[in-house]
């Protein structure tokens, strides 16, 4: 059973920096993409930034010069590096991986920003 694992959540004061790890687990099969997504109270889910399995990445503008994806193929791990953080960043984050054309989804970690 592939689960996701995050880490790396917590608060911090507006222009810090936190570090988001996310490992996968219970798979073989090769992992298409991987990324990172958010989701602020009353607000939708959003992409903020992916990865594929050749390295190509992927950002929203607003995190753009500030958050870096990068990943560990041999670990399956996906980080996310966010630098710069502002009180807008605050919402749970949540990781995803592409598997064979199935999306899982890890359980979120919170990161608060406080101005």
């Known amino acids: 059973q592939v689960q996701l694992v995050e880490s790396g959540g917590g608060l911090v004061q507006a222009g810090g920096s936190l570090r988001l790890s996310c490992a996968a687990s219970?798979?073989?099969?090769?992992?298409?993409?991987m990324g990172w997504y958010r989701q602020a109270p009353g607000k939708q889910r959003e992409l903020v930034a992916d990865i594929t399995s050749g390295g190509s990445t992927n950002l929203r503008d607003s995190v753009k010069g500030r958050f870096t994806i990068s990943k560990d193929n041999a670990k399956n791990t996906v980080y996310l590096q966010m630098n710069s953080l502002k009180p807008e960043d605050t919402a749970v984050y949540y990781c995803a991986a592409d598997i064979r054309f199935v999306n899982y989804w890890g359980r979120g970690t919170q990161v608060t920003v406080s101005s």
């Open positions: 219970g798979t073989s099969f090769s992992i298409k993409r």
